[in-house]
T-cell receptor
């Protein structure tokens, strides 16, 4: 079954304690992306990756890091989480052809993060 | 720069009534346009997408949307609402050749019995 998985699904942590949210897809998609969802703001893109070792900032990258060492995985790293990073996070993947976004984004189930 | 505006953060309709969720976009290049639905405690699911083919796009669950370039709109409609349509709906735009997707703020649809 084609899917995007995220772990953990729920996380409560404290300010400054480094954390990683994992994202994995089994569809061999080149493109992956991270979003955060906040009430009244919709989804905002944090980082995206066009392929292995190729990443770029989205609209709200401050306070986040990503890496893309393997095609299937795209972890989101919060080196020093702060309360304003409390949010619902979604990972997504999509196939690109010749550099064009041509298909549907497949979203993971979401990770609800609370930073105290 | 691209942007998406969804008119109305909440829309309430009666079961069996027409559903109309409004979306206006701005884009300097011909856009890809999408509607996604999010049910409680779930991720986003694609309803339909416009990618420069037919301007009237049919999606899943009886939804459709019409791309109107002159109005820069991509409104989502369904002729007859069902209780199971209650969810949050997001309009999104992405430019060809790019990898950045911009989402609207979302519209929560309530369906009254």
């Amino acid at each position: 079954e084609a899917q995007v998985t995220q772990n953990p699904r729920y996380l409560i942590t404290v300010t400054g304690k480094k954390l990683t949210v994992t994202c994995s897809q089994n569809m061999n998609h080149e493109y992956m992306s991270w979003y955060r969802q906040d009430p009244g703001l919709g989804l905002r893109q944090i980082y995206y990756s066009m392929n292995v070792e190729v990443t770029d900032k989205g609209d709200v990258p401050e306070g986040y890091k990503v890496s893309r060492k393997e095609k299937r995985n795209f972890p989101l790293i919060l080196e020093s989480p702060s309360p304003n990073q409390t949010s619902l996070y979604f990972c997504a993947s999509i196939v690109s052809i010749s550099g064009l976004l041509t298909d549907t984004q497949y979203f993971g189930p979401g990770t609800r993060l609370t930073v105290l | 720069a691209q942007s998406v505006t969804q008119l109305g953060s909440h829309v309430s309709v009666s079961e069996g009534a027409l559903v109309l969720l409004r979306c206006n976009y701005s884009s300097s290049v011909p856009p890809y346009l999408f509607w996604y639905v999010q049910y409680p405690n779930q991720g986003l699911q694609l309803l339909l997408k416009y990618t420069s083919a037919a301007t009237l796009v049919k999606g899943i669950n009886g939804f459709e949307a019409e791309f109107k370039k002159s109005e820069t709109s991509f409104h989502l409609t369904k002729p007859s609402a069902h209780m199971s349509d209650a969810a949050e709906y997001f309009c999104a735009v992405s430019n060809t050749g790019g990898f950045k997707t911009i989402f609207g703020a979302g519209t929560r649809l309530f369906v009254k019995a």
